[in-house]
């Protein structure tokens, strides 16, 4: 029943995925909030550069293989994706060079 309806949903002529849609579209309410907290903190705990530059190489890999072989609207969602991802990175690299307060002492 499911590898059917997944067919279904996968071969429906509406020219685009809606498997890749829904993965692009639930990553992209993630990046904003992850962009949010990063500038309402000014800190650097809980991010990892390597993840967050994987996942961006991700995103270029998925807009070459629109430009190149698949084209359709959810480019825009790649795009978007990936300028979320940048900006995130920059943060990290503008916030991360901050020196950290010392640590707090007992007196």
């Not at 590898?3 to 002529?13: E, H, K, R, Y």
């Not at 904003?32 to 961006?56: A, Q």
């Not at 480019?75 to 503008?94: A, G, Q, R, T």
């Amino acid at each position: 029943m499911i590898t059917s309806l997944a067919s279904i949903l996968a071969t429906t002529d509406i020219g685009f995925s809606i498997f890749e849609f829904g993965m692009l579209a639930c990553f992209g309410i993630c990046w904003p909030v992850s962009v949010y907290t990063s500038v309402k903190t000014k800190r650097t705990e809980g991010k990892s550069l390597l993840f967050m530059l994987i996942v961006f190489l991700g995103y270029i890999s998925g807009v070459v293989h629109k430009v190149y072989y698949n084209f359709d609207f959810v480019i825009i969602l790649y795009i978007s994706n990936l300028v979320l991802v940048f900006v995130d990175i920059v943060l990290y690299l503008k916030y991360s060079r901050r020196i950290a307060p010392p640590p707090a002492t007992l007196n």
